[in-house]
């Protein structure tokens, strides 16, 4: 691969080769090996966009964890992902949670905390383990051999569906949409492509917005037992959700609870599969080290490979200053592989500990609200795979997505073979 010109000085930019679309499409080994190199190096290095434009690479765990926790410094408006949403966008779907800041965020994010009961969480995780013995079940009943479609994607979004109150009639086609909304999310696309309007993945997030906006006055007029109820009926300092924040926030739960989880679920199988001496100890005591085989399934997938932020204030950050209105990507893939905070950081290692992985970001007030509930899935559903009396294992390598943004998964063949 041939490297950019940087944008100060002479002489090829190190970070250039993360700005390639080839870059992401090559063997994961192939983007460690560049992670790797890029950590070794004194300061941050820049990453050309285009003319005049680029960012500012964190790949160090340390790196990574600072800009989490200094949101004054590293702001997430206008947008985390790349490239960022366009103010058009933002305006006719509202801001997620993600992108915004200071007492915006805080007041959205406390709305949500407080529609997320005790009650509501424990009835969760009593469905967690129902949905994930059923799935099962007809996996077994049916056979199967792609995994996301038949295992890995449904546990995660019958939940949610299930906690929010979404009527069964909606749920194939909200999970249609989720997969139009997401599917071409940090991938390279030809010039064709590129102008179908941003097109089917923006119509599946206005048709998903507009169905949970309908329910969402429904349930202000007969609340239920659920989550839509408890946002669009809370009163925190005298506000509730309306349907526009509803909707952003229901596509950001989608999007970052189902897909987020789904993949992790696939590479874990993935993992378990290539390591059979991790998955013999897993086997081994199954309570014992499940939490740390589903943290460990975490970091060393990473889910979301990078986050954006704009600099809003002078910092400096391991030697380099940083000014008003630069970018910079927090590299979370490259963060979790750091030799610095994890010893042999290829290994799949269900026992590692400590393991302050940052698979659910780097701390600071945008930290995975779901992050609890997704290990409780994870755990949930690889407990009734592998502890029911046949033999699970992937086949063949998964169909990755070349994704600069997420680890997708779009499929992977699997098998149930009884001893």
């Not at 499409?25 to 560049?34: F, S």
């Not at 967690?128 to 049916?142: C, F, G, K, M």
Request: proline share 8%; glycine share 8%; with cysteine.
């Amino acid at each position: 691969m041939t490297l950019p010109a940087p944008r100060h000085g002479s002489g090829p930019a190190p970070g250039g080769v993360l700005a390639e679309p080839g870059f992401w499409q090559a063997p994961p080994a192939h983007r460690l090996e560049a992670f790797a190199r890029l950590r070794a190096l004194e300061s941050p290095v820049f990453v050309p966009e285009g003319t005049g434009t680029g960012h500012w690479a964190l790949v160090r765990h340390a790196q990574v964890q600072e800009a989490s926790r200094l949101p004054k410094v590293f702001a997430s408006a206008p947008g985390v992902t790349t490239p960022e949403p366009p103010r058009w966008v933002r305006a006719l779907f509202g801001d997620s949670m993600v992108n915004l800041d200071g007492p915006d965020h805080a007041q959205l994010r406390k709305i949500v905390q407080r529609a997320f009961t005790p009650r509501l969480l424990a009835a969760a995780e009593e469905d967690i383990h129902t949905v994930a013995a059923r799935i099962v079940d007809d996996v077994l009943a049916e056979h199967p051999d792609e995994f996301v479609s038949a295992v890995a994607s449904r546990l995660p979004l019958e939940v949610i569906c299930n906690m929010m109150g979404i009527p069964v009639h909606y749920r194939a086609e909200i999970a249609d949409r989720v997969n139009h909304a997401s599917e071409n999310i940090g991938v390279e696309r030809g010039l064709a492509a590129r102008l179908r309007m941003p097109g089917r993945g923006l119509r599946a997030l206005a048709r998903m917005q507009r169905m949970v906006a309908g329910i969402g006055r429904e349930r202000r007029k007969n609340p239920t037992d659920d989550l839509i109820s408890a946002l669009v009926c809370a009163n925190v300092d005298g506000q509730a959700l309306g349907a526009r924040q509803l909707g952003a926030f229901f596509s950001l739960l989608m999007v970052a609870g189902v897909e987020t989880t789904r993949n992790a679920i696939t590479h874990g199988l993935t993992l378990l599969t290539d390591n059979p001496d991790q998955r013999d100890l897993l086997l081994s005591d199954f309570e014992k080290y499940a939490d740390g085989a589903v943290d460990e399934m975490i970091r060393h997938s990473t889910p979301i490979i990078q986050f954006r932020r704009t600099v809003a204030a002078e910092h400096t950050l391991d030697g380099h200053l940083f000014h008003p209105g630069d970018k910079v990507v927090l590299y979370y893939a490259s963060a979790n592989r750091d030799e610095a905070v994890f010893p042999d950081p290829d290994a799949f290692d269900i026992t590692r500990s400590p393991n302050p992985h940052l698979g659910f970001g780097g701390g600071g007030p945008h930290f995975c609200l779901g992050a609890h509930l997704a290990r409780v899935e994870m755990k949930a559903l690889f407990r009734e795979l592998l502890t029911r009396p046949v033999g699970l294992r992937a086949v063949g390598l998964p169909d990755l997505a070349g994704s600069n943004f997420d680890n997708r998964v779009r499929s992977l063949k699997f098998a149930f073979e009884r001893p």
